[in-house]
């Protein structure tokens, strides 16, 4: 169990020093093409949640969040033991928690710059703790869906019904 707080951790060390970079080598709104059309890295500043809903609700954030991480590790120290991918969807959303808490609390602000335009649509600006929170969440969808395959194979067995 402690290698998911270890990758928090480190989710949490890239996401604090990709920002710093951003901060002290870009000027807000400059633009950087990495691929034509399709990836830029772009200096941008969101004051909101994501895509920028509710923008200037810090305190919001800061209960939500702290709400948020507790609830992680409380879940991580009870049900990761022996679950891998439990435990790394887990790891990935703390870290990103913490990283764009750590933004909020001493910027006021979350610093983005993952700049796509994916199928001609342009996405909203992020981040890695965005993306950390995006990969976890996807993780523990996963890990809910085998645990209920699991679980309906188990009751299915008990009853001697196949489907």
Known sequence: ???????????????????????????LGESITIVENFLY???HRNIGAAWGIL?????????????????IVYYMAKHAK?????????GL????AIGNFIDR????????????YIFGYDF?????????????VALLMIQMFREERKAKEKLDGETGTHH
């Open 1 to 27: 169990m402690f290698l998911y707080y270890i990758l928090a951790f480190v989710i949490i060390g890239l996401d604090q020093w990709t920002k710093w970079l951003i901060v002290k080598n870009m000027e």
């Open 41 to 43: 890295i772009t200096s």
């Open 55 to 71: 923008p200037g609700q810090m305190w919001f954030f800061y209960i939500i969040t702290t709400v948020v991480i507790v609830g």
């Open 82 to 90: 022996g679950s891998v991918l439990l435990g790394t969807s887990l």
């Open 93 to 96: 959303m703390l870290g990103g």
């Open 105 to 116: 609390i001493f910027r006021k602000e979350v610093v983005d710059f993952v700049d796509t």
């Open 124 to 136: 909203p600006i992020f981040n890695v703790a965005d993306s950390a929170l995006v990969v976890g």
